[in-house]
């Protein structure tokens, strides 16, 4: 069985019923405001109300979000894990009384089973005279009867389960400031892998009970904070200076060591990162530019944040958040919380502490963040991504080798055939932070905020019939665009359009499986007819057919049939350094009056064979037409 994806999709399932926590705690704000003054006292007691209710109904609001999640929105899930949460409380409340309630975990559950049965179900065919029940509209049925049973033994084991409970949330809470400090370290430590969000869950809205003036209960330290629980905000306060202070000030650390030509672009993203963290807690841009290239670091990152949460502890900070610990919650919030004044020295002092840090630490190791050589990068390239996305979706081993693919604020969250097909040094190259492999052909590849829009991008290429051409570098160096080549026949595109390569050494290999339709006397060029009929010519250097001395050696001949990353010419780096007027070296396809649409990777250093560097789209055949739409 697959675990870990099933725990990453459920991560991803637990943050779509969050979505609805901000308007509550706007709502609550509004409603402390002073409406007596206007003598309009009424209309903030409504406010009130209504973010109360919302974080009343938090439990069918998990229900039905985790089935929507799980399901791929899929609305029969969602309206079946409704009715499946309604049917459930009702009959424990039956059963036990109205003491035992699950909470959040009982929504949860609903929502799983919502899920569980809509996948069982929704391909179901039934004799044709009852097929109307058949398909996704048995799912209501089913979970009918499911619920029914999972309340009969809810109601068994419901006292015991209570106890169980109880004891786990008294132990946590009983270890106080080291309770939060350990929590703080394992919150940080599972953020590379998306699974933060389940422990998240767990404390937030699990950990400790608080019965409200109106006989209400209130569970996990989120809405306990919220219904006005005094000792609620210990697993949240101290999140407020990290989020506001420290990781910014990562952030200013990379731009203060990025070097001084890349230093203006590496500023404008960086500074935009910083203010997503420091307003609304996305964090994940500026960690990501660090984790995969000093994991030291991070942990470090990680121990200092569960410190941070043992202070706030410390010092009876008592601070919440409907969505995360940026600026924007923090304001909207602190007329509920308890010395939240003093998360602001707090986090002054470690915003000092992380950019002193960070900076001693670039140096000393030479960390290649980003703008330093070859650090990862973060840069802004959202107009690209319709024409970046099918390199990467190549990169990622091509569509027969996408299961699943979902997206996350800042990372796309993947199901593989083969994870061993993917090219993660092309990734890199098309923007990418860092691939993280979780087993079982379960990845996540890091690329921002942009994410999203990539996921999207790659499933209008998954949707669409159309006929793709990928190429891969023929040569170890740089990528240049073809305007590029100091030569007016191929920077015009007279020959072709395609791209260009200025070699670090002498070898020349195939970028696109073929067959080697003509090779020039002086081996300096050669075509390849693609399976496809694009015929591609490769040209080592220009002006180099008459060197002097035998410069290139081909090891293939006219009509060998060769494959992507396959040696064709070997020649004298030196030499035709030396004599020719230029390096670049043309990739084009001669024939372009049959290509629909072009993509190039960015124009950085490329490794002999690196995949997906250069993508076309051919034009449908007349008996092709009507599948390209």
């Given at each position: 069985m697959n675990w870990m994806g099933n725990l990453q999709q459920l991560g991803r399932s637990l943050m779509l019923p969050t979505i609805a926590l901000p308007i509550a705690a706007v709502l609550l704000c509004l409603g402390d405001l002073p409406w007596d003054v206007i003598h309009a006292s009424s209309f903030g007691e409504m406010l009130?109300?209504?973010g109360n209710t919302i974080f009343d109904y938090i439990p069918i609001i998990f229900a039905v979000g985790v089935a929507l999640g799980l399901t791929e929105s899929a609305g029969i899930a969602g309206l079946s894990a409704m009715l499946g949460y309604f049917m459930f409380t009702r009959l424990i409340e039956h059963g036990l009384g109205t003491q035992?309630?699950?909470?959040?975990?009982?929504?949860?559950?609903?929502g799983l089973l919502a899920a569980i049965i809509y996948h069982r179900c929704k391909?179901?065919?039934?004799?044709?005279?009852?097929?109307?029940?058949?398909?996704?509209r048995m799912v209501p049925l089913v979970m009918g009867l499911a619920t029914l049973i999972v309340s009969y033994i809810m109601i068994g084991i419901g006292p015991?389960?209570?106890?169980l409970m109880g004891k786990i949330s008294s132990g946590l809470l009983?270890?106080?400031?080291?309770?939060a400090f350990i929590y703080g370290i394992a919150h940080r430590l599972l953020v590379p892998s998306g699974l933060h969000?389940?422990?998240?869950?767990?404390?937030?809205?699990?950990?400790?009970?608080?019965?409200?003036?109106?006989?209400?209960?209130?569970?996990?330290?989120?809405?306990?904070?919220?219904a006005g629980d005094p000792?609620?905000?210990m697993y949240m306060a101290g999140l407020y200076p990290i989020m506001m202070f420290a990781l910014p000030a990562i952030a200013f650390a990379i731009i203060g060591e990025a070097r001084e030509d890349l230093k203006p672009k590496i500023k404008a993203t960086f500074l935009t990162a910083?203010?997503?963290?420091?307003?609304?807690?996305?964090?994940?841009?500026?960690?990501?530019?660090?984790?995969?290239v000093a994991p030291y670091l991070f942990v470090i990152h990680a121990i200092l944040s569960g410190v941070a949460m043992w202070i706030a502890y410390e010092l009876n900070i008592h601070h919440g958040f409907s969505y995360s610990a940026g600026a924007i919650d923090y304001i909207i919030n602190l007329h509920l919380s308890h010395n939240g004044l003093l998360l602001i020295p707090i986090g002054l002092v470690y915003g000092l502490l992380y950019y002193f840090l960070f900076r001693w630490a670039i140096q000393k190791f030479r960390i290649p963040t980003p703008g330093r050589e070859e650090g990862s990068s973060l840069e802004e390239w959202a107009g690209d991504i319709p024409y970046r996305s099918p390199l990467i979706l190549q990169a990622l081993g091509g569509k027969d080798n996408i299961k699943k693919i979902e997206a996350c604020i800042t990372r796309l969250r993947l199901t593989l055939v083969n994870d061993r097909l993917m090219d993660i040094t092309a990734l890199r190259h098309l923007g990418a932070a860092g691939v993280i492999r979780l087993g079982g052909g379960n990845v996540q590849v890091v690329f921002g905020t942009f994410s999203e829009l990539i996921r999207e991008e790659i499933m209008k290429v998954l949707r669409k019939d159309i006929h793709v051409v990928l190429f891969t570098s023929p040569m170890q160096g740089r990528m240049i665009p073809i305007e590029e080549v100091p030569d007016r026949i191929f920077a015009s595109r007279l020959v072709g359009n395609g791209v260009a390569f200025i070699p670090e050494k002498g070898e020349l290999v195939s970028p696109v499986a073929g067959t080697i339709m003509h090779i020039y006397p002086t081996m300096h060029a050669l075509g390849i007819l693609t399976d496809e009929g694009l015929e591609v010519l490769l040209h080592i250097g220009i002006d180099t057919s008459s060197l002097p001395g035998k410069c290139f050696n081909a090891v293939v001949k006219e009509g060998d049939r060769v494959e992507a990353g396959q040696l064709l010419v070997k020649f004298n780096y030196n030499k035709v350094k030396k004599f020719a007027s230029s390096l670049a070296t043309p990739m084009i396809i001669t024939n372009p009056d049959i290509v629909k649409s072009w993509s190039f990777a960015p124009f950085k250093p490329v490794k002999k064979g690196q995949g997906s560097v250069m993508s076309v789209v051919l034009k449908p055949t007349k008996s092709e037409g009507g599948t390209n739409g």
């Amino acid at each position: 069985m697959n675990w870990m994806g099933n725990l990453q999709q459920l991560g991803r399932s637990l943050m779509l019923p969050t979505i609805a926590l901000p308007i509550a705690a706007v709502l609550l704000c509004l409603g402390d405001l002073p409406w007596d003054v206007i003598h309009a006292s009424s209309f903030g007691e409504m406010l009130s109300l209504a973010g109360n209710t919302i974080f009343d109904y938090i439990p069918i609001i998990f229900a039905v979000g985790v089935a929507l999640g799980l399901t791929e929105s899929a609305g029969i899930a969602g309206l079946s894990a409704m009715l499946g949460y309604f049917m459930f409380t009702r009959l424990i409340e039956h059963g036990l009384g109205t003491q035992f309630q699950l909470g959040v975990s009982g929504g949860i559950l609903i929502g799983l089973l919502a899920a569980i049965i809509y996948h069982r179900c929704k391909e179901i065919k039934l004799p044709e005279y009852i097929q109307f029940f058949g398909g996704p509209r048995m799912v209501p049925l089913v979970m009918g009867l499911a619920t029914l049973i999972v309340s009969y033994i809810m109601i068994g084991i419901g006292p015991f389960l209570e106890t169980l409970m109880g004891k786990i949330s008294s132990g946590l809470l009983g270890l106080g400031g080291f309770g939060a400090f350990i929590y703080g370290i394992a919150h940080r430590l599972l953020v590379p892998s998306g699974l933060h969000h389940i422990l998240n869950n767990f404390f937030w809205f699990q950990v400790g009970a608080y019965e409200t003036p109106s006989g209400q209960y209130a569970y996990g330290d989120l809405p306990r904070f919220f219904a006005g629980d005094p000792s609620a905000g210990m697993y949240m306060a101290g999140l407020y200076p990290i989020m506001m202070f420290a990781l910014p000030a990562i952030a200013f650390a990379i731009i203060g060591e990025a070097r001084e030509d890349l230093k203006p672009k590496i500023k404008a993203t960086f500074l935009t990162a910083a203010l997503a963290s420091f307003l609304t807690g996305v964090t994940e841009p500026i960690e990501f530019a660090f984790l995969f290239v000093a994991p030291y670091l991070f942990v470090i990152h990680a121990i200092l944040s569960g410190v941070a949460m043992w202070i706030a502890y410390e010092l009876n900070i008592h601070h919440g958040f409907s969505y995360s610990a940026g600026a924007i919650d923090y304001i909207i919030n602190l007329h509920l919380s308890h010395n939240g004044l003093l998360l602001i020295p707090i986090g002054l002092v470690y915003g000092l502490l992380y950019y002193f840090l960070f900076r001693w630490a670039i140096q000393k190791f030479r960390i290649p963040t980003p703008g330093r050589e070859e650090g990862s990068s973060l840069e802004e390239w959202a107009g690209d991504i319709p024409y970046r996305s099918p390199l990467i979706l190549q990169a990622l081993g091509g569509k027969d080798n996408i299961k699943k693919i979902e997206a996350c604020i800042t990372r796309l969250r993947l199901t593989l055939v083969n994870d061993r097909l993917m090219d993660i040094t092309a990734l890199r190259h098309l923007g990418a932070a860092g691939v993280i492999r979780l087993g079982g052909g379960n990845v996540q590849v890091v690329f921002g905020t942009f994410s999203e829009l990539i996921r999207e991008e790659i499933m209008k290429v998954l949707r669409k019939d159309i006929h793709v051409v990928l190429f891969t570098s023929p040569m170890q160096g740089r990528m240049i665009p073809i305007e590029e080549v100091p030569d007016r026949i191929f920077a015009s595109r007279l020959v072709g359009n395609g791209v260009a390569f200025i070699p670090e050494k002498g070898e020349l290999v195939s970028p696109v499986a073929g067959t080697i339709m003509h090779i020039y006397p002086t081996m300096h060029a050669l075509g390849i007819l693609t399976d496809e009929g694009l015929e591609v010519l490769l040209h080592i250097g220009i002006d180099t057919s008459s060197l002097p001395g035998k410069c290139f050696n081909a090891v293939v001949k006219e009509g060998d049939r060769v494959e992507a990353g396959q040696l064709l010419v070997k020649f004298n780096y030196n030499k035709v350094k030396k004599f020719a007027s230029s390096l670049a070296t043309p990739m084009i396809i001669t024939n372009p009056d049959i290509v629909k649409s072009w993509s190039f990777a960015p124009f950085k250093p490329v490794k002999k064979g690196q995949g997906s560097v250069m993508s076309v789209v051919l034009k449908p055949t007349k008996s092709e037409g009507g599948t390209n739409g």
